[in-house]
């Protein structure tokens, strides 16, 4: 097993993020549980990488959300557990070892359906996203009549979203292919590190799935690179809505045909399957 520089500079950046995180905790432990409860800006940049602050807040119960949409994490917990499942049928139907017989009877079997048609799940939470984003940005309009700029708003979430996006990356490309071994390790991994190696740069631009899409790094980061995609244009549709009613609607009208035509037309020029096939 060879070490490059790369790998011995995304494990020095690991560690750098593991001693942040140590530090942290053991701040938060002297100063708030040892009695030394002096409020300060300071204090509050350093607690908030602590791993008991972090995880009192992604196991807690309180609704902190003032739109009274908790309802949404229901939602979106359900849609993440069929999107798993769906997702080990798809690499159980695509893998090199399989019983042919034992899948045709699945297939055929209606009770299967809806999993084996989960991709359309995935549109989950791209509605999900889409609904809280325009109510977010509605309620911003009306609150500042329509002077708004969304320049902040994309650029925050470029940067709250590529860092661990990048850091995920950089697995790839240099840890993650040593990790494991296996007859079919290597022709996986390794390929899914030459492909980072080769087209990172889509991935951070969030282009990934348009350009170089035959040598995609991490194929599921297609998702991530469409709802980037569709947050940047989302606020066209919403302003034009919230402004000029009629024409935000017929706006939205022409985009849904548009966007129900474009793959029509492509499916039928290149003669495509209809649906998603699986391939071993």
Not at 123 to 148: P, Q, V
Not at 217 to 238: E, G
Request: hydrophobic share 55%; with cysteine; aromatic share 14%.
């Amino acid at each position: 097993m060879s070490i490059t520089n790369l790998d011995v500079g995304f494990l020095s950046l690991i560690l750098v993020f593991m001693a942040i995180l140590f530090l942290s905790t053991l701040f938060e432990i002297v100063t708030v549980y040892m009695g030394k409860k002096k409020e300060s800006a300071i204090k509050d940049l350093i607690i908030s990488f602590s791993v008991i602050n972090n995880v009192k807040k992604i196991i807690s119960t309180k609704q902190n959300s003032s739109l009274g949409l908790e309802c949404v994490n229901g939602i979106k917990a359900l849609a993440m557990i069929f999107i798993l499942a769906g997702h080990a049928c798809l690499f159980i139907a695509s893998g090199p070892v399989m019983d042919a017989a034992a899948w045709d009877r699945l297939v055929r079997d209606p009770v299967n359906g809806f999993m084996l048609n989960n991709a359309l799940l995935v549109d989950t939470f791209l509605l999900l996203s889409a609904f809280l984003f325009s109510r977010l940005l509605l309620l911003e309009l009306d609150k500042r009549r329509g002077r708004l700029n969304v320049i902040p708003i994309l650029v925050f979430r470029y940067i709250r979203v590529t860092p661990s996006y990048l850091v995920v990356m950089l697995f790839y490309m240099t840890w993650f292919p040593k990790m494991g071994e296996g007859p079919l390790w290597e022709d996986r991994l390794l390929l899914e590190q030459e492909r980072c190696m080769t087209s990172w740069w889509t991935n951070i631009l969030y282009i990934n799935n348009y350009v170089n899409t035959d040598k995609m790094c991490m194929f599921q980061s297609w998702y991530l690179s469409v709802d980037t995609q569709l947050f940047f244009v989302a606020p066209i549709f919403i302003y034009s809505v919230w402004r000029w009613r009629k024409f935000g609607f017929i706006l939205m009208a022409f985009g849904i045909v548009v966007s129900l035509m474009i793959p029509a037309i492509i499916t039928y020029r290149d003669k495509l399957d209809p649906t998603l096939l699986f391939y071993a």
